[in-house]
């Protein structure tokens, strides 16, 4: 096992979760503007005929981000083309933590979520978020959370791999909504697939975060009339 410890950024947001001059009625663009912004309160969902997405993520080597400049813990992935919808490839880029989880079901967030941000050759985004619950322990976070660097900092593992897979429920029932990123500049070429099924961390797991971020959900967005889905 290779540890690489890459050059720090320094540690300067632009932007903030506590309401004040640079809370979220204050971010800029797109971000109070914009009309189909993320993340929302699923109520309902319409049964359609919508294409599953087929994913094939392979094991690769760890790559973890102290993302202070945007509150969160990221894991990269390098280039690939494990997931497609119907007939257009998405490039699993990287995947986050919220505590809470973004898009709340029922005006119920979860303890925290998994983000796996995807995007195509033509720079659509699509966002699988995946619910946390507390249960049993994890071991993909428990190698993840033992490779966290100091703020600022990114930490290559050689030797140490993970899977994208290992992170998403049995059960992969999802609902589907248009919608954006959840920081500036809140760009809206987005899809976001929110599982409905949930996959557990244990307790212990959940607050090892917390102690690195917490708090670090967008507060939920109207919904103005766009369509929530989900597979017949």
Known sequence: MLNMKIGAQKCEPAFTYEEGPHGPGQWPGLCTTGKMQAPIDIEHAERLRI???KL????VDLDIVNDCNLYRILVKF???????VGRKPY???ELHFRAPGETAIKGKRP???IQMVHFSPEGVFLVI?????AGKENPVIKTLWSHIPDPGKENKVKGVKINAADLLPADRSFYR??????TPICTEVATWMVMKN???LSEAQIEEHAKHYHDNARPIQPLNGRPVSEPQ
Do not use: A, F, Q
Request: net charge negative.
């Open 51 to 53: 294409d599953t997405p």
């Open 56 to 59: 094939k993520y392979e094991p």
């Open 78 to 84: 390098p280039d690939n083309y494990w997931l497609t």
């Open 91 to 93: 490039n699993l880029s």
């Open 111 to 113: 303890r925290m979520s």
């Open 129 to 133: 978020e995946v619910p946390v619950v």
């Open 177 to 182: 909504y248009p919608g954006s990123l959840t």
């Open 198 to 200: 949930p996959i557990e």
